[in-house]
T-cell receptor, first 113, second 113 residues
Framework: DAGVIQSPRHEVTEMGQEVTLRCKPISGHDYLFWYRQTMMRGLELLIYFNNNVPIDDSGMPEDRFSAKMPNASFSTLKIQPSEPRDSAVYFC???????????FGPGTRLLVL | QKEVEQDPGPLSVPEGAIVSLNCTYSNSAFQYFMWYRQYSRKGPELLMYTYSSGNKEDGRFTAQVDKSSKYISLFIRDSQPSDSATYLCAMRNPDNAGNMLTFGGGTRLMVKP
């Protein structure tokens, strides 16, 4: 299996622009998670889906953040408008079922100028 | 106080040393325990996954869980420079719906040749 795939790997944008991050989970995994990682705050869970349905989005910092999972093999995390404090590494992870470990993608390194 | 505490390090050891990495937690409901390794500019990679108290061994790695003390450890035998990375512990409360993990902040390990 190719593992979790994320794109782009790097994104540099200017404040106010829309940013879209993409994720393809491991085939057959029912759960998909979006995380943000910074030096100050570590790994933070933003939102997770079960069978394409958003279950808990309490970690989404503001209304500027939105996530969708239109099908079992694709999810997006969108930031509109982006701000410099959104600069971080964003990870997508998937897991087979409840109680099973999560497998992470390589991350998207976002820099908002 | 965070639910999961982990010394950030850095922990510097000579090649060949036995390394002990630890996490303490406050929530006795945690049942599933994981260790992830994260190389610089990469995503977290699952190393060990355990459910019960006791030891689990995989090559040079041993995971130990002491639920009575709310303490988990990862031991690395014959450490190599390639083990230099940040190690994150993670755990899950099965009473919570879904599959969310609670992560420690990570310990940075440096193995010097």
């Amino acid at each position: 299996d190719a593992g979790v795939i994320q794109s782009p790997r790097h994104e540099v944008t200017e404040m106010g622009q829309e940013v879209t991050l993409r994720c393809k989970p491991i085939s057959g995994h029912d759960y998909l998670f979006w995380y943000r990682q910074t030096m100050m705050r570590g790994l933070e869970l933003l939102i997770y889906f079960n069978n394409n349905v958003p279950i808990d989005d309490s970690g989404m910092p503001e209304d500027r953040f939105s996530a969708k999972m239109p099908n079992a093999s694709f999810s997006t995390l969108k930031i509109q408008p982006s701000e410099p404090r959104d600069s971080a590494v964003y990870f997508c992870a998937s897991s087979l079922a409840s109680g099973r470990p999560q497998y992470f993608g390589p991350g998207t390194r976002l820099l908002v100028l | 106080q965070k639910e999961v505490e982990q010394d950030p390090g850095p922990l510097s050891v000579p090649e060949g040393a036995i390394v002990s990495l630890n996490c303490t937690y406050s929530n006795s409901a945690f049942q599933y325990f994981m260790w992830y390794r994260q190389y610089s500019r990469k995503g977290p990679e699952l190393l060990m996954y355990t459910y019960s108290s006791g030891n689990k061994e995989d090559g040079r790695f041993t995971a130990q869980v002491d639920k009575s003390s709310k303490y988990i450890s990862l031991f690395i035998r014959d450490s190599q420079p390639s083990d230099s990375a940040t190690y994150l512990c993670a755990m899950r409360n099965p009473d919570n719906a879904g599959n969310m993990l609670t992560f420690g902040g990570g310990t940075r390990l440096m193995v010097k040749p």
